[in-house]
């Protein structure tokens, strides 16, 4: 479109304006706050024990809930497009649920699944294991929520590269597993890296999920983005920006990979 | 297949197949995960929602604050998605075709809402447009409060939906338009509206299934006033005082219309793919999307 000057100078202020005012200022304002009285008081929210203990746990759900999506997230997108199943359409409708769903009901789901009526609580009393308000729970509703990323950006890329290439090595010998590790995987690797790096983003900031099956509690049950919540409560200013700029050096530390995956992906 | 041999097998053919383990085994291991992940829990939430017959179950709906939560939460996506689509659509076009120094910068900054955790973003919105905004506008516990933390979350569903049409869209037909007299309106309105509506149409639905559910952002910024709780704060509040099967009701119904939409990006994918509007690369079921909601 051969805009005008006027209208060209219009849209880029209305747009970047848009940013500006709804993305920019609020990501360098977190900044200024946090660090607006030096840098000691949040150092000391972070590094007191309950901050340390949240860290940790929440490292916690993306050591065990990464590698799980991802290794059925691959597996997944190879059997969703490279072999015919009238199921397939379901279990491709199953995955987007999690985008579909809000983080409350989800937690809530489990809540009710796992809780004190819940169907399994005879089995799970019996066997001494608590799922609710401890880590199991928590973890569950980490993979959950972030279950659809690595199969929703692993499936095109997978029907991008096509078959020859796998077929190829399959008539020169090499066996299923040799194709995979050799061929299928290289190819594919900036895309599954990519859905890893979204499933992370998500699993470190989930809140909603979690804070209903969590209970919340400082040094047991909290998460980094609930000890926010509960340091905001608690009028620990400091203590929540502290976290909250943890968090978000996280969030740009993923616009990055994200920017540099892409450009892999595309090259 | 033996190293050696050179007869293509079924497997050759058909490309790899699931490497140590047979098709039939990888779906199963695959319904499995879904059933225990994610089917399961759905099960318990919809029999707690009829725990106590269909009677209660609509009586918890429509209970007042039900009621009211919901319609904020309606009205208040409704509100957010019209935004978002007049700036996202401004934003992906300023990304594709005009040129300022920063662009590759601000376009990063666009993903900034799937990778920051909500409940940061409720807190920083509340410190700017709290009570101790520096510029002195207070808009927290309002239902404005509500529209902007959903305007912040969903803006990237439009602005990346957009964006591929924009990008793969032919110049040519602009040009002929220009050529015969077309203004800069009109060739939008007849030419360029008109490609984008399927990637539109599939980012505002998406959007709209996102704010129908966000909770993080809301919580801090907006609270839970009775005038200013929406629908996942109210079952977080249901939840808190026992009441399992009126937070359960209200949540078949969120989950309901979510469903609703992410069908209806679906059905805008096929009719986009038939009549040829969407190049190629155009997959944005959720799935081309980057994101579809980090944090919340």
């Given at each position: 479109m051969s805009a005008n000057p006027a209208s060209r100078w219009g849209l880029r202020v209305l747009g970047l304006g848009y940013v500006g005012l709804l993305l920019l200022?609020?990501?360098?304002?977190?900044?200024?706050?946090?660090?607006?009285?030096?840098?000691?008081?949040?150092?000391?929210?972070?590094?007191?024990?309950?901050?340390?203990?949240?860290?940790?746990?929440?490292?916690?759900?993306?050591?065990?809930?990464?590698?799980?999506?991802?290794?059925?997230?691959?597996?997944?997108?190879?059997?969703?497009?490279?072999?015919?199943?009238?199921?397939?359409?379901?279990?491709?409708?199953?995955?987007?649920?999690?985008?579909?769903?809000s983080p409350v009901v989800i937690g809530l789901s489990l809540f009710l699944l796992y809780g004190a009526t819940g169907w399994f609580e005879p089995a799970l009393a019996e066997a001494g294991i608590k799922v609710l308000f401890s880590v199991p729970g928590m973890v569950l509703a980490s993979i959950f929520v972030s279950l659809p990323f690595v199969v929703r950006e692993t499936v095109p890329v997978l029907q991008e590269i096509g078959t020859e290439q796998e077929q190829a090595a399959s008539t020169l010998g090499a066996n299923a597993w040799q194709t995979f590790w050799r061929v299928t995987l290289p190819a594919i690797r900036w895309g599954v890296a990519y859905g890893v790096v979204l499933t992370t983003a998500r699993v470190l900031g989930e809140f909603g999920a979690v804070s209903v099956v969590s209970g919340s509690i400082s040094g047991q049950t909290q998460t980094l983005p609930l000890f926010v919540e509960k340091q905001y409560q608690n009028f620990n200013l400091p203590g929540a920006f502290g976290a909250s700029v943890l968090l978000a050096v996280l969030a740009l530390a993923t616009l990055l990979a994200m920017n540099l995956l892409k450009r892999k992906e595309d090259a | 297949m033996e190293a050696g041999t050179f007869t293509p097998t079924r497997a050759s053919r058909a490309g790899l197949r699931l490497p140590g383990l047979g098709a039939g085994l990888g779906r199963g291991m695959v319904v499995l995960y879904l059933s225990l992940i994610v089917l399961l829990p759905l099960a318990a939430l919809a029999d707690q929602s009829l725990a106590q017959g269909l009677g209660t179950f609509w009586d918890q709906v429509t209970s007042p604050q039900a009621v009211r939560s919901l319609k904020l939460t309606i009205g208040a996506s409704f509100v957010v998605v019209l935004i978002n689509g007049v700036f996202g659509t401004i934003l992906a076009w300023l990304l594709v075709r005009d040129r300022f120094p920063g662009k590759a910068a601000i376009n990063a900054v666009i993903d900034l809402p799937f990778a920051l955790p909500t409940i940061v973003a409720s807190l920083i919105l509340l410190e700017l447009w709290g009570a101790r905004s520096p510029v002195g506008l207070d808009i927290a516990a309002t239902q404005a409060a509500v529209v902007v933390a959903l305007c912040f979350v969903t803006l990237p569903f439009v602005v990346r939906a957009v964006q591929p049409l924009l990008m793969e869209m032919d110049r040519e037909m602009e040009e002929a338009a220009a050529s015969l007299g077309a203004g800069g309106f009109t060739i939008f309105r007849r030419i360029i509206f008109p490609n984008l509506l399927p990637g539109l149409g599939a980012g505002v639905a998406l959007a709209f299934a996102r704010a129908l559910g966000e909770f993080g952002s809301v919580l801090l910024f907006a609270g839970g006033l009775p005038d200013t709780m929406v629908s996942s704060v109210y079952i977080r509040t249901q939840i808190e005082s026992g009441n399992d099967t009126g937070a359960a009701a209200v949540s078949v119904v969120l989950l309901g219309a979510s469903v609703l939409c992410l069908v209806l990006v679906t059905l805008i994918q096929r009719w986009a793919v038939r009549h040829d509007r969407a190049p190629d690369k155009f997959i944005p079921t959720v799935a081309a999307d980057p994101g579809g909601g980090t944090g919340s």
């Open positions: 200022l609020p990501l360098v304002l977190i900044f200024y706050k946090t660090f607006e009285d030096g840098i000691a008081p949040p150092l000391d929210a972070i590094t007191s024990p309950d901050g340390l203990h949240a860290l940790k746990l929440t490292l916690l759900m993306v050591a065990i809930a990464v590698p799980l999506n991802t290794v059925f997230g691959v597996g997944c997108a190879l059997l969703l497009v490279r072999h015919r199943w009238w199921g397939n359409s379901i279990v491709d409708a199953v995955i987007n649920l999690p985008f579909a769903i | -």
